[in-house]
């Protein structure tokens, strides 16, 4: 009798992050979505006039602008984590390990603020001074969410990594690989889709980034044209402007954060699809 | 094309990887040093135990760190046994099918939502609808919703690594379900699931975004969980993006990465102590 009531708790329990995550879908649309239908779906997604309080509700800026910071952190980070990913796992010897894993995954503990702030007193200084611009940039937002990105793109890299079969990498040595050669040739292929879906998880976590970006990227509400123009992304706007924000004001800023759901679920079950066929 | 022999590509290669990886844990080390050198001078008894004065310009940041705390301890209260309940649920009463299945996509998707989305749902649903408004209450609900999957899976990582024989001995013994998952198998897979935990506890001190939303930003020290409070990390955040104060920014800086790195360490320690036990 007893043994039967847990069960039937410890089932309804189960369902809480499942129930979680329908609330959030929920509520997110049914807050947003009335104005996309007001404003009309072009004209929210395809205008870059955002004046909420003057009835322009168009994203096009912040939503390209969110796709170029995580474009550019990709292109800084992958590189770097990738690196970082193939030294731990193959060239690493096992106690440095131990040591060297936690500690790359200890950047991913450093809060999102200290990150932008840094990013303000160290980076944003050295781009105005020799790159030009305001320094505040495109630039600055994709470098630091590139290092911010690097511990989930490396720690899940170096699973994917040391989960292909020893006995691929011994042959590839036996035939007289080099061991960089069995890398490269053998070894990075056979953990290409443990390494994309380590990369699409980095990606999700860019472009969902917020503290770090508000306080890098300039928040200027334009459609970039150069890697040192100051940007505004769909994050930095929802977290400027909700303190102030009232009426369709903030239902606009609930449908930004629709627009940014969707691409994030859509990442996360392409993520997910990826590990599953593995 | 100029062919590079395969040893010396080899060698290039190493000596690249290597650097990378060098430049990688540079930028950690310089960070925390360079918020330690500029940070740890700032800080004495007075800084931590006054509270705040003039918007942060002076006094200290004692009324930060208890709503720190506070916001901290009703997430863990919701997040803990809804966790741990679905851990054991997924490792001892169901089989891989499809209830599984949904509960895996939900646990993994909402731990790819990003704080700032969560910020929204509590917004809406706790400071809205149900009408709490800012406050630590507030701010703890929606900081749990962000604890739930590290919390599930670091759990159910651990009670799966508790060995079968240690359940049959205490069936055989006669001894119920519930009490064999109770005092054989959750009290071996402790360090394991604390280790969770103390993880969960480090991403909400760093935590911002989630809760400015939720929890308000209110600098008055908080005398109940229906209030508004500031945490360490929002303050840090208000002190350096406002310019309030630098040194005070530096000084928050320094407790928020001093207190990342202890709780870190500890839950790495947990772990080791952990796998050692099982193997």
Redesign the interface.
Same mark, same amino acid.
């Given at each position: 009798m007893k043994e039967k009531v847990i069960e039937k708790i410890l089932t309804l329990l189960a369902f809480s992050a499942i129930s979680i995550l329908l609330l959030i879908t929920a509520f997110i649309f049914k807050e947003g979505f009335p104005l996309i239908l007001k404003a009309g779906i072009n004209d929210f997604l395809f205008s870059a006039k955002w004046a909420p309080t003057k009835g322009h509700f168009g994203i096009l800026s912040m939503v390209i602008s969110s796709l170029a910071v995580t474009f550019g952190s990709i292109v800084m980070g992958v590189p770097l984590a990738l690196a970082c990913a193939i030294t731990l796992a193959e060239f690493c010897p096992p106690r440095l390990l131990v040591f060297l894993k936690p500690t790359i995954e200890l950047l991913a503990g450093i809060p999102s603020v200290v990150f932008g702030f840094l990013g303000v007193i160290l980076l944003v200084p050295l781009i105005r001074e020799y790159l030009g611009g305001p320094g505040l940039s495109l630039l600055a937002a994709s470098i630091i969410l590139a290092i911010m990105i690097l511990p989930t793109i490396t720690s899940i890299s170096i699973d994917a990594i040391q989960a292909v079969p020893l006995l691929y990498k011994e042959g590839a040595l036996a035939m007289g690989a080099t061991h960089w050669q069995a890398i490269r040739l053998v070894i990075l292929p056979a953990a290409r889709s443990g390494v994309v879906t380590a990369i699409i998880l980095g990606m999700a976590r860019a472009i969902g980034e917020t503290m770090a970006v508000i306080m890098v990227a300039g928040n200027a509400l334009k459609i970039p044209v150069s890697i040192l123009d100051p940007v505004r992304t769909l994050t930095s706007t929802i977290a400027l402007e909700m303190g102030y924000s009232a009426g369709d004001h903030r239902t606009a800023l609930f449908a930004a954060g629709i627009i940014l759901f969707i691409f994030i679920m859509g990442l996360n079950i392409l993520a997910n699809a990826l590990m599953r066929k593995k | 094309m100029m062919h590079i022999n395969? /040893?010396l590509?080899?060698k290039i290669?190493?000596v690249?990887?290597?650097g #990378?990886?060098g #430049? /990688?844990?540079g &930028? =950690?080390f310089f960070?925390i040093f360079? &918020?330690f050198f500029n940070g740890l001078p700032q800080i004495s008894w007075t800084f931590l135990s006054s509270n705040p004065v003039d918007m942060g310009r002076s006094g200290g940041i004692w009324a930060t760190i208890v709503s720190t705390v506070y916001l901290i301890g009703i997430a863990l209260f919701f997040a803990t046994?809804?966790g741990l309940? /679905?851990a054991?649920? =997924?490792t001892e $009463?169901t089989r891989e099918g499809l209830i599984t299945k &949904?509960?895996r996509?939900?646990?993994?998707? =909402?731990a790819?939502?990003?704080?700032?989305?969560?910020?929204?749902?509590g917004?809406?649903?706790f400071v809205m609808?149900f009408g709490w408004g800012w406050s630590l209450l507030s701010g703890g609900l929606t900081l749990s919703?962000m604890l =739930?999957?590290t919390i599930?899976r670091t759990s159910e990582e651990s009670i799966l690594a508790v060995p079968r024989e240690y359940r049959e001995v205490a069936f055989s013994l006669g001894v119920?379900?519930?009490k064999t998952i109770t005092r054989v198998v959750l009290p071996s897979a402790l360090p394991g699931i604390m280790t969770g935990i103390v993880l969960s506890i480090?991403?909400s001190?760093?935590?911002? *975004?989630v809760i400015?939303?939720t929890a308000g930003s209110s600098l008055r020290f908080p005398e109940s969980i229906f209030e508004s409070g500031r945490t360490l990390?929002v303050h840090? $955040?208000i002190l *350096?993006?406002e310019g309030i104060s630098m040194s005070m *920014?530096y000084g928050t *800086?320094a407790i #928020?990465?001093l207190l990342?790195?202890i709780i870190?360490i500890s839950a $790495?320690l947990l772990m080791r102590m952990f796998m050692k036990k099982f193997s």
């Open positions: - | 395969p /040893t590509s080899q290669m190493k690249l990887l290597w #990378l990886t #430049l /990688t844990i &930028i =950690l960070i360079f &918020i046994p809804l309940g /679905t054991i649920f =997924l $009463y &949904i509960i996509f939900g646990t993994e998707s =909402l790819g939502i990003p704080s700032i989305i969560l910020g929204l749902f917004f809406a649903i609808a919703t =739930l999957p599930i119920g379900k519930w480090a991403r001190v760093g935590e911002t *975004a400015i939303f990390a840090f $955040y *350096a993006r *920014a *800086a #928020l990465v990342i790195l870190n $790495y």
